[in-house]
């Protein structure tokens, strides 16, 4: 799967942004896609994922009630819709897609990644 993440910026602390990941190469029936970020000396963390058939989703704890994933199958794109942002959201994010076998939360369950967008939150 190619993946092609978009969408990144600056933005002020409580606004919102909107992430896409435009995915090609593959059945995506048969997918999971997720949205993972790596702060500056920080480790990359899972925010959020999608199973493509479905659509059951899983957050982290830090984004529940604030960021929501979700997936257009007519464009073969997820987004991330991310509100009441914060400072300590400032990280590089990034798109991940692999074979469906559950929602999974860790950047080793996934082979495919895009090439990151940066979100800046200014406090």
């Known amino acids: 799967v190619q993946l092609q993440a978009s969408g990144g910026g600056w933005v002020q602390a409580g606004g919102s942004l909107r992430l896409s990941c435009a995915a090609s190469?593959?059945?995506?029936?048969?997918?999971?896609m997720a949205w993972f970020r790596q702060a500056p000396g920080k480790e990359r963390e899972f925010v959020a994922g999608i199973s493509w058939s479905v659509g059951s989703t899983s957050y982290s704890d830090f984004a529940k009630g604030r960021f929501t994933i979700s997936r257009d199958k007519a464009k073969n794109t997820v987004y991330l819709q991310m509100t009441s942002l914060k400072p300590e959201d400032t990280a590089v994010y990034y798109c991940?897609?692999?074979?469906?076998?559950?929602?999974?939360?860790?950047?080793?369950?996934?082979?495919?990644w895009g090439q990151g967008t940066l979100v800046t939150v200014s406090s």
């Open positions: 190469g593959r059945t995506f029936s048969s997918l999971v």
């Open positions: 991940a897609a692999d074979i469906y076998r559950g929602v999974g939360n860790r950047n080793t369950e996934y082979e495919s």
